[in-house]
């Protein structure tokens, strides 16, 4: 069931859960990612970055792709469709493919820039039914291209870019995209809870959920994060999966090298992390 992602949002919010965005990168990521949802009766979002889309050969193919997925596969459970750190184009480029919920990604304007585009992109997405998230404070790490160093949010700008009507607001709080270095220092709790502080009711994101301890995890819950989002995590177990069929020789015994069995360990593996990540965000049983 195709839904914005503002109810889901709140729900969290109120009930001291995250709902888990799972970026999708083609067929198996995305209906790996709806059946463990419906197994598990819980609210999902599925991120789509603007690499992704391209590779996916455009955002209205994905759009298409998970409307007859989720119809086809009987999904009863809310599914949010949602935009990875657009662009301001990307953004449009979403709304006109049929995407229910939108992330313009204006960390790294000038703050006057990202509040006009963000405040702009508002209302589209409002007057349409779809929700938005913004950013402020750069994800650290690399996302298609760009490259954030992992700067705490200031929680006024968030008050700001908050009071202009967002649904889910991305602040940075040291995390990064991609695996976490050896030498990382942790989330910065006291930042997170002075963005909580200015910005209310707001259910908050945490970017680049792999690799963050449980524990810090459930803490970050705890304080206001209703969303949280998990790619490379699932990358490593579908490689790991896949490489481990080949490296065992399966994929020369009998029809092995049929994609459908081929790529059969790596679905496995990704459900397997996302009914994981499910219970650990508290969204089981949740829809």
Partial sequence: MLVSAKDMMDKARDGKYAVGQFN??????????????QKLNSPVILGVSGGAGKYMTGFKVVA????AMDESLGITVPVALHLD?????????????????IM????????EENLAKTKELVAVAH???????????????EEDGVIGR??????????????????????????????????????????????????????????????IPDDQITKAISLGVAKINVNTECQLVFAEATRKYIEEGKD??????DPRKLLLPGYEAIMAKVEEKMN???SVNKA
């Fill in 252 to 257: 020369l015994k009998g029809k092995g090298f």
């Fill in 127 to 141: 007057k349409l039914g779809l929700s938005i998230e913004a950013e402020v404070g750069a994800i650290g790490g």
């Fill in 280 to 282: 650990l965000f508290g």
């Fill in 64 to 67: 298409d792709m998970v409307k």
């Fill in 150 to 211: 992992g700067e705490c949010a200031d929680p006024q700008e968030c008050k700001t870019i908050a009071d202009l009507g967002v649904d889910i607001l991305a602040a940075g709080i040291g995390n990064i995209h991609g695996v976490y270095p050896a030498n990382w220092e942790g989330l910065s709790f006291e930042t997170l809870e002075a963005v909580k502080k200015a910005v209310g009711d707001m259910p908050l994101v945490l970017h680049g959920g792999t690799g």
């Fill in 85 to 101: 750190h657009g662009t301001y184009d990307q953004c449009y480029d979403c709304i006109k493919a049929g995407f229910t919920s």
């Fill in 104 to 111: 313009f990604d204006g960390s790294h304007f000038p703050i």
């Fill in 24 to 37: 999708i990168n083609n067929l198996e990521w995305t209906k790996a990612i709806l059946n463990t949802a």
